[in-house]
């Protein structure tokens, strides 16, 4: 594959410089504009530590090259599917004006998304992060949902970013935005893996928002990455009366970045997030971030966080989890959880559970738990007959269900728990 290269240093800050797209609108030409201003203004090259490289931008190859490969990912026959090769848009396998992506909106003129496109893309310019303004920049393309009021969504939507890089040191910005309408329904799955073991620098950026009265399950896997940088940012703004629940599994990774912010914006809305982490290669120092963040802006709601991770070999695990509540806020039931199993001596985690409260009459709680796997209950299935390595395994295995508990896609549940399983290697329990 052959793309052109830029050096961030020289060319991110010059206008001039940058190549937009003729047949983009001007509302996209706006909010391009406005990140420049905004990288010149509040942010220095030093702020971007992961970029400091000389970057290769991949290019579109033909669509035919991997219609074998895709056919792999055909997770559920009666799911809709967009898949995303090296960021770019292949082919929706079921056409629905309802699932488009992002530069097929533009380049094609689909006037009937103008109005959400302007009403929502970029939205999240001014949170004050840099490598967000970077993603609004370079985006080439990414997944378009949009679920009409009044409509509940039963077919499963699938979000497919294959990786297939053959040169160190690319970088890719894909961009999501999904919309669930007033009193309506929607099951998403994004997967992110990689062909190949080359370096590479995937800026992925989605946001959400949700209507009143709205319900969203969303589930994110990365798998297969272990030569990869993902900075993985999901902005989620939530109204009246709507549900929402975000679970992250992350597999693998050189680096992995989970950000996840939540902004509250009505009455009894209830959120979910979860997150397992299961790193077992022994040769490499792979990091996962897991940083949320939930503003509660308004009173009579709920969110409940859990995460657990499984580290092997020199594995790193970090985690910073906020719960902002402001004045007014009242009758907020916030809980967050992190535990963590050290499978050996030279894995690490790190937690920072963090509670800010400006008003009374909330019920909050956090707590952090580390360890290794108990002894007692590997002898107890030892005395029963189980190798202890087998026994290990169960317990691990069983350490990681009441996250599996609350996937409701039973095909993508199947999906996790063969991951799962493969994950938990005897050879590395062993030597425990």
């Not at 219609?67 to 960021?87: C, E, T, V």
């Not at 792979?286 to 020199?314: A, V």
Request: aromatic letters at 16%; a positive charge; charged letters at 20%.
């Amino acid at each position: 594959m052959i793309g052109s290269k830029m050096n961030f240093k020289k060319t991110i800050y010059s206008k001039s410089r940058l190549e937009i797209n003729n047949n983009i609108n001007y509302y996209i030409n706006l909010i391009r504009t406005k990140s420049i201003k905004l990288l010149n203004k509040k942010f220095s090259l030093t702020d971007i530590k992961l970029i400091d490289f000389e970057y290769l931008f991949p290019v579109k190859e033909a669509e035919y090259i991997y219609y074998d490969i895709i056919n792999q990912y055909i997770l559920d026959k009666n799911g809709m599917y967009l898949f995303f090769i090296n960021g770019f848009y292949l082919f929706n396998f079921f056409k629905n004006k309802y699932l488009l992506s992002i530069n097929d909106i533009i380049t094609n003129n689909k006037n009937y998304c103008n109005s959400n496109i302007e009403k929502f893309y970029g939205k999240s310019i001014y949170n004050n992060d840099p490598l967000n303004l970077f993603n609004l920049l370079f985006s080439k393309d990414g997944a378009y949902i949009f679920i009409p009021d009044n409509f509940c969504f039963k077919p499963n939507i699938y979000i497919i970013y294959i990786y297939n890089i053959n040169y160190d040191y690319s970088i890719i910005n894909p961009r999501n935005l999904i919309i669930i309408g007033n009193n309506s329904k929607a099951k998403i799955v994004e997967i992110h893996e990689s062909l190949t073991n080359k370096i590479c620098f995937s800026n992925s950026v989605t946001e959400i928002y949700t209507r009143k009265n709205s319900n969203i399950d969303y589930i994110k896997i990365h798998n297969n990455l272990s030569f990869f940088y993902l900075r993985d940012k999901t902005f989620l703004t939530q109204k009246k009366n709507s549900t929402c629940s975000v679970s992250t599994f992350s597999f693998e990774g050189r680096l992995l970045i989970n950000n996840i912010k939540l902004i509250n914006l009505g009455n009894y809305s209830k959120f979910n997030l979860n997150g397992l982490t299961i790193i077992r290669k022994k040769l490499l120092n792979q990091l996962i971030y897991n940083k949320t963040l939930i503003d509660h802006l308004y009173p009579n709601c709920e969110s409940y966080q859990t995460y657990k991770s499984i580290l092997y070999g020199r594995s790193k695990v970090f985690f910073w989890g906020k719960i902002k509540i402001y004045k007014k806020a009242n009758n907020i039931n916030a809980l967050q959880k992190a535990k963590n199993i050290l499978i050996n001596k030279n894995a690490f985690v790190y937690t920072k559970p963090e509670l800010e409260i400006y008003t009374d009459n909330v019920k909050c709680s956090h707590g952090c738990t580390i360890g290794k796997i108990d002894k007692n209950n590997i002898f107890y299935l030892c005395s029963r007959g189980v190798i202890k390595t087998v026994a290990k395994s169960i317990l691990i295995f069983i350490f990681s269900k009441d996250i599996l508990k609350k996937i409701n896609i039973q095909n993508i549940k199947y999906l996790i728990i063969k991951i799962i399983i493969k994950n938990l290697d005897n050879y590395y329990l062993q030597k425990c």
